[in-house]
């Protein structure tokens, strides 16, 4: 049977439990073992999908096509291992299964309560994803210990240890350790009262790693063990990184985290492999030179609505042996007489997806200031999708040319849209159309840039999460003013991605290449992308 690690925080949220989580799985893995990662997020919302990215971060997208919390992202790209919408699960999701079953009767009439009948439905959440291939399920829980939405995960977390046998079952608390300047100290106190309110719940951590802006000294360590009860060994330091955040699996190796949970495992596995992470952080620490990338968006105030995006630049650089600035450029605050200000001196040009109408005009000077300039520039989903409008407006001369989710007026000639919702025949329509979600394939352009990038493969698979096509009807008038059509989806011939003939590096996509990137293997386009920045 599969082995569970829950995993869960305390102190304050956002403390790192996600890339704990990610770590752990990686170095598991890197011991030849299989596992499967859940996060469990107690808010109501069914998913992240339609949740606002200034209030939870970016909505990251699996091969399945399921949106997930982006704590998904850190695990992928982490870990390694392959998602999908069993991987992500909320308070919502929980409540409208067992909700759903009492209405076909499927609990004969009896009187549902949180016990058992929650508890058991977010059991099943794990469960489902043990089997003979899998040794190791990690369980990671949003949120801080002591939320009352919380309760119900925490309470099935006690339940099942109980159900399994010793060995199977192991607990990490991840908790703030804050230093107070003031009087140059570190304390432990809200350590303690977490695990002390976790203990009251039911559950006593076995491991418990400290998020700290430090290093944490063995004294320190050693009270915390005394008062969590936790072996000393077991009080592991998670401090801040000096360089980047892929340091940490390095950082818990060193303090012998894998190592434990498979002693409390009672499993015998070879240490992991490091050389090659180790030397991805070498050259990010000792990199050739600098390329500053210009991030244009309308989300930049909260950190994470752009995850997976900076990483895939973090990774592009790498492969490039350079550091990647980024300029976080705020699209709703871009003026005809300010964009050239606010992207002076910038090696490229990225816009990534978005939200809603906000800044889009804005985006639209970026693009056009990229286009004009011969800066490299992606575009990605909505980036795209703007980048095609500029096109129209600017270099085909469609007067009114606009996007179809950006305006209100239905009376408009869809001929005009460059972006435009499509119908079962494959043509432009007003009416709510399926949202294409997950992978689909692309037929890359002999001789584009876009294959280039991709080292000359025919065809590529990618993520989506686009509900707006380049529209067929105008197509034919874009490709008369210089587009290039670089990618092509093999089954609906809906255009991937285009290009510009008469430009250095301008590449956009419809779908989501940054889903896909990661440290160790940057994904092809950004690390052409950074490249192309590169030699500006």
Known sequence: MSKFIFITGGVVSSVGKGLASASLGFLLRGRGLNIAMLKLDPYINVDPGSMDPLQHGEVYVTDDGAEGDLDLGHYERFAGVKLNRRSNITTGRIYQSVIARERRGGYGGGTVQVVPHITDAIKETFTRLEGPDVDVVMVELGGTVGDIEGLPFIEAFRQFSLERDDGDVVFVHITMVPFLKASKEIKTKPTQHSVQKLREYGIQPDIIVCRSEEAIPPSVKEKIAMFCNVRRDCVLDERNVDTTVYEVPVILHEQNADAIICRRFGLETPEPDLGEWRAMLDIAANPEGTVEIAVV??????????????????????????????????????????????????????????????????TLLAIRWARENKVPFLGIGLGTELAALEFARN????????????????????????????????????????????????????????RQAYGDEEFVRERHRNEFELNPVMLPKLQAAGMVVSGINPDSQLAEAFELADHPWYVGVIYHPEFKSRPIAPHPLFRAFVGGAKTV
């Open 395 to 450: 270099v085909a001369g469609i007067e009114g040319a606009f996007h179809a989710a950006l305006v209100d007026n239905k009376e408009k000639n869809l001929a005009d849209a460059a972006m435009v919702r499509i119908d079962t025949e494959g043509m432009p329509t007003w009416d709510r159309s399926a949202v294409r979600k997950g992978l689909y394939a692309c037929a890359l352009r002999r001789g584009s840039v876009l």
């Open 297 to 362: 968006g309308a989300h930049h105030s909260m950190s994470d609505s752009y995850k997976s995006v900076n990483e895939a630049l973090f990774h592009g650089g790498v492969a490039n042996r350079v550091k990647v600035v980024r300029r976080e450029v705020d699209s709703t605050a871009l003026t005809p007489e300010n964009v050239g200000e606010a992207l002076s001196g910038v090696a490229g040009v990225i816009v990534p997806d978005g939200a809603g109408k906000t800044g889009y005009e804005g």
